[in-house]
């Protein structure tokens, strides 16, 4: 069984740039879900992808914004990037279900801007 | 209403002791509490979770006890190891909503030899 996995590791951008972060579910599970986690801080949550639609947003402005591809891939992209924007992106995946509901994390991409 | 409020923000515990790092919710709403356990670098790794039908779950060395009325949870790390060195997060979420999950503010855990 493969984990959730993303790319890239690390990423430096300057300010007002725009970035997109890729993350592969992990084998079986068809729901994606992006967190921000600043330092020292718990994840917060961005949004959620589920049939390739977005199932959920939290409290972030429309320059986040995302797919979820037919192999249940996913991407964030960020416009306009600011630098409160620096922080650990992760991608969660899961099985939307009455009995699944577990979310496992990918090792995340360490965005730092600029 | 969303928030979870976990404590301590750090604790030191000796090796063989016990852990415990509590959690406290106000949205009646949530039916999931996982606890993830994060080292640095890394991306969060679920631990043990527990649904508010029961009131305790054990894995191992770690127990969540879980109280519904004060609407609290707490996770307890039996024999403390120095591997057990990380960073401990409290969740909540509703589970068929979004599923979104509600992190607490996290707290460090130092296992010392």
């Known amino acids: 069984e493969t984990g959730v996995t993303q790319s890239p590791t690390h990423l430096i951008k300057t300010r007002g740039q725009q970035v997109t972060l890729r993350c592969s579910s992990q084998?079986?599970?068809?729901?994606v879900s992006w967190y921000q986690q600043a330092l020292g801080q718990g994840p917060q949550f961005i949004f959620q992808?589920?049939?390739?639609?977005?199932?959920g947003r939290g409290n972030f402005p429309p320059r986040f914004s995302g797919l979820q591809f037919p192999n249940y891939s996913s991407e964030l992209n960020v416009n306009a990037l600011e630098l409160d924007d620096s922080a650990l992106y992760l991608c969660?995946?899961?099985?939307?279900?009455?009995?699944?509901?577990?979310?496992?994390f990918g090792p995340g991409t360490r965005l730092t801007v600029t | 209403q969303q928030q979870v409020k976990q404590s301590p923000q750090s604790l030191i515990v000796q090796k063989g002791g016990i852990s415990i790092i509590n959690c406290a919710y106000e949205n009646t709403a949530f039916d999931y509490f996982p606890w993830y356990q994060q080292f640095p670098g890394k991306g969060p790794a679920l631990l043990i979770a527990i649904r508010p039908d029961v009131s305790e779950k054990k894995e191992g060395r770690f127990t969540i006890s879980f109280n519904k009325s004060a609407k609290q949870f707490s996770l307890h790390i039996m024999d403390s190891q120095p591997g057990d060195s990380a960073t401990y997060f409290c969740?909540?979420?509703?589970?068929?909503?979004?599923?979104?999950?509600?992190f607490g503010t996290g707290t460090r855990l130092q296992v010392f030899p």
């Open positions: 969740a909540a979420s509703m589970i068929g909503n979004t599923d979104k999950l509600i």
């Open positions: 992808y589920y049939r390739e639609e977005e199932n």
């Open positions: 969660a995946s899961s099985t939307r279900g009455p009995s699944s509901y577990e979310q496992y």
């Open positions: 084998s079986g599970h068809n729901t």
